[in-house]
């Protein structure tokens, strides 16, 4: 029950795109269309930004996206705004359990 | 609108037990169909998953922690709790509860610091 893989941190410009991968294996992120995506500011609860791989909570911008292609899941923020900085986890259902990624650190710069 | 909270000690002595509870208010465990979950951060780390209950008592475990972790939960409270036996300092994190199905939890309570210390 490893860890999810993220990209320790990934940066861009207001405006911009970027792009977070989240990479497992067939027994989670491959096996199972329950990947979810986390947004955590400091000294902060986590926020939940997107589940089941695709779905935004109410209330959470259309500027979000996600994918999934085999056991690799993907993050998408368009249109970065500065208070999108901040650290991003992937998680994903397991066979009876449930895993997160490493965390992703956004920085717009 | 759902709440959760977590309670219990800050400080917890090596090989000790680690216990807290988390109060739901907004709604009743018993009605809701999804999870409650346990997971925990250490100071500048990573998210964790430690377990989640459902309101029969179901539970499912991270399985690096099984045989120390056991999550049971009180529907005429409304309360879930975290058991830890053993801990070390590497038990030492912030200790959040929340409820999710399938890994997303959409209502997180705003943590409790617990500290493994002599």
């Known amino acids: 029950q490893s860890a999810l893989t993220q990209p320790r941190s990934v940066s861009g410009s207001p405006g911009q795109s970027v792009t977070i991968s989240c990479t497992g294996t067939?027994?989670?992120?491959?096996?199972?269309?329950?990947v979810s995506w986390y947004q955590q500011h400091p000294d902060k609860a986590p926020k939940l930004m997107i589940y089941?791989?695709?779905k935004r909570p109410s209330g959470v911008p259309d500027r979000f996206s996600g994918a999934k292609s085999g056991n690799t899941a993907s993050l998408t923020i368009s249109g970065l705004q500065a208070d999108d900085e901040g650290d991003y986890y992937c998680?994903?259902?397991?066979?009876?359990?449930?895993?997160f990624g490493g965390g992703t650190k956004l920085t717009v710069l | 609108q759902l709440q959760l909270q977590e309670s219990g000690p800050g400080l917890v002595r090596p090989s000790e037990t680690l216990s807290l509870t988390c109060t739901v208010s907004?709604?009743?465990?018993?009605?809701?169909?999804?999870?409650w979950a346990w997971i925990r951060q250490p100071p500048g780390k990573g998210l964790e998953w430690i377990g989640s209950?459902?309101?029969?008592?179901?539970?499912y475990y991270k399985p690096s922690l099984k045989g120390r972790v056991t999550i049971s939960i009180d529907t005429s409270k409304n309360q879930f709790f975290l058991r830890l036996n053993s801990v070390t300092a590497a038990d030492t994190a912030m200790y959040y509860c929340?409820?999710?199905?399938?890994?997303?939890?959409?209502?997180w309570g705003r943590g409790t610091l617990v500290t493994v210390s002599s």
């Open positions: 929340a409820r999710e199905l399938g890994g997303a939890a959409d209502f």
């Open positions: 907004g709604d009743s465990i018993s009605r809701n169909t999804h999870f």
């Open positions: 209950i459902n309101h029969s008592g179901n539970t």
């Open positions: 067939s027994r989670d992120v491959g096996g199972y269309n329950y």
């Open positions: 089941d791989v695709i």
């Open positions: 998680c994903s259902q397991a066979d009876d359990y449930v895993v």
